[in-house]
């Protein structure tokens, strides 16, 4: 198993930024992939972004995609989602999630941090 910490949220006005952080515990993550969800009230979990860790290609949900941006740091064993022109609409609890090997889906997940987005 993997514990995974998420860091960064709070809230920002509708067009800034916001940086978060997930950093995976214990040894270091080998796994297949670590990736971003978020869920808003009365929503259903949203995909936001994935990282697969063997060779950094990125995937990103349509409603980020040109204002979200994955990335890493493997010395750290940490993935950040960096979060622009953000919108009211991106308000949302967001989990840190880490698939390991082995297995077909995401299987760690973090606490989960708010972002809130004013208009």
């Known amino acids: 198993q993997v514990r995974l910490v998420e860091s960064g949220g709070g809230l920002v006005q509708a067009g800034g930024s916001l940086r978060l952080s997930c950093a995976a515990s214990g040894r270091t993550f080998s796994g297949v992939a670590m990736g971003w969800f978020r869920q808003a009230p009365e929503k259903e979990r949203e995909f936001v972004a994935s990282m697969r860790w063997a060779n950094g290609d990125t995937y990103y949900g349509d409603s980020v995609k040109g204002r979200f941006t994955v990335s890493r740091d493997i010395r750290k064993n940490t993935v950040y989602l960096q979060m622009n022109s953000l919108k009211p609409e991106d308000t949302a609890v967001y989990y840190c999630?880490?698939?390991?090997?082995?297995?077909?889906?995401?299987?760690?997940w973090g606490q989960g941090t708010q972002v809130t987005v004013s208009s």
């Open positions: 999630a880490a698939q390991s090997v082995g297995a077909q889906a995401y299987n760690n």
